[in-house]
């Protein structure tokens, strides 16, 4: 049994690639930056029971949404 699974790895892929289009599409910018920002201090106190390491690689990738769009809009891409 191999410790990397290519089927899994893409199943894992697309199942984040997912959830970062609908946090994309349902939360407004601001609170997807607190959002974001939670995840991460959440996921740095992963030791403790309820939360986990897995959090910061997804605040992480949550905080890049609001940062690719405030870059969009700065150089004058907006959406529309």
Same mark, same amino acid.
């Given at each position: 049994?191999?410790?990397?699974?290519?089927?899994? &790895?893409?199943?894992? /892929?697309?199942?984040?690639?997912?959830?970062?289009?609908? !946090? @994309?599409?349902?939360? $407004?910018?601001?609170?997807? *930056? *607190?959002?974001?920002? *939670?995840? !991460?201090?959440?996921? &740095? *106190?992963?030791?403790? $029971?309820?939360?986990?390491?897995?959090?910061?690689?997804?605040?992480?990738?949550?905080? /890049?949404?609001? &940062?690719?769009?405030?870059?969009? !809009?700065? @150089?004058?891409?907006?959406?529309?």
């Amino acid at each position: 049994m191999a410790l990397f699974d290519r089927d899994r &790895i893409r199943a894992l /892929w697309k199942r984040g690639r997912r959830v970062l289009v609908r !946090i @994309n599409q349902k939360v $407004p910018p601001g609170l997807r *930056l *607190l959002l974001g920002l *939670l995840l !991460i201090v959440g996921g &740095i *106190l992963g030791f403790l $029971p309820v939360l986990g390491f897995w959090m910061i690689p997804l605040g992480i990738a949550v905080v /890049w949404l609001d &940062i690719r769009a405030f870059r969009r !809009i700065r @150089n004058g891409r907006g959406r529309g």
